[in-house]
T-cell receptor, first 113, second 119 residues
């Protein structure tokens, strides 16, 4: 099925550890986004990309890095995890006209202890 | 300042009754407005949008929303609730300052409202 796939689905990290979340889409979308979801806060944009090789900061970029080496993949990295990064992370993609709507992945639940 | 607000954390409705999930925005100009739904352990799904034109927009699963510029609201409605409508609902906006011809507008989400339909 076409869509957005996120791996892993769950992860527990110790403070200070690093990890990479992978987002892959097979819809040939130009635009990709990483959001974090926290209770009562809605979704907040971490980083986004408007095309292969490009990245930009969103609302809450600190502590995260991203890369878009291939059009279909958007990686989110945590270099030194902190408990404040405990959250559910969602990747989304769009064709470039956001008024057509985003396609979201099913999320990654990350716990930092 | 929050651009989009959902004043109710939780809404409970009896099955078969009409439902309303409220959304207000606090920006000047004409934003683009959206509703998304999130079922348990799933990503968000697009329900409907208002860009321009008729203030009443219809979307998926029998939902509709009315854009009210004077009240800066975009409430989500359904005439008869189903138990399967139980989910987390997010209102979202593209701020007027971000609307462009480049196709790179970003969505700003509200905090979400949990809708529970009681059998």
């Amino acid at each position: 099925n076409a869509g957005v796939t996120q791996t892993p689905k769950f992860r527990v990290l110790k403070t200070g550890q690093s990890m990479t979340l992978l987002c892959a889409q097979d819809m040939n979308h130009e635009y990709m986004y990483w959001y974090r979801q926290d209770p009562g806060m809605g979704l907040r944009l971490i980083h986004y990309s408007v095309g292969e090789g490009t990245t930009a900061k969103g609302e809450v970029p600190d502590g995260y890095n991203v890369s878009r080496l291939k059009k279909q993949n958007f990686l989110l990295g945590l270099e030194s995890a902190a408990p404040s990064q405990t959250s559910v992370y969602f990747c989304a993609s769009s064709s470039g006209q956001v008024t057509y709507g985003y396609t979201f992945g099913s999320g990654t639940r990350l716990t930092v202890v | 300042a929050q651009s989009v607000a959902q004043p109710e954390d939780q809404v409970n409705v009896a099955e078969g009754n009409p439902l309303t999930v409220k959304c207000t925005y606090s920006v000047s100009g004409n934003p683009y407005l959206f509703w998304y739904v999130q079922y348990p352990n799933r990503g968000l799904q697009f329900l409907l949008k208002y860009i321009t034109g008729d203030n009443l927009v219809k979307g998926s699963y029998g939902f509709e929303a009315e854009f009210n510029k004077s009240q800066t609201s975009f409430h989500l409605k359904k005439p008869s609730a189903l138990v399967s409508d139980s989910a987390l609902y997010f209102c979202a906006v593209i701020l007027p300052g971000e609307i462009s011809n480049f196709g790179n507008e970003k969505l700003t989400f509200g905090p979400g409202t949990r809708l529970s339909i009681i059998p």
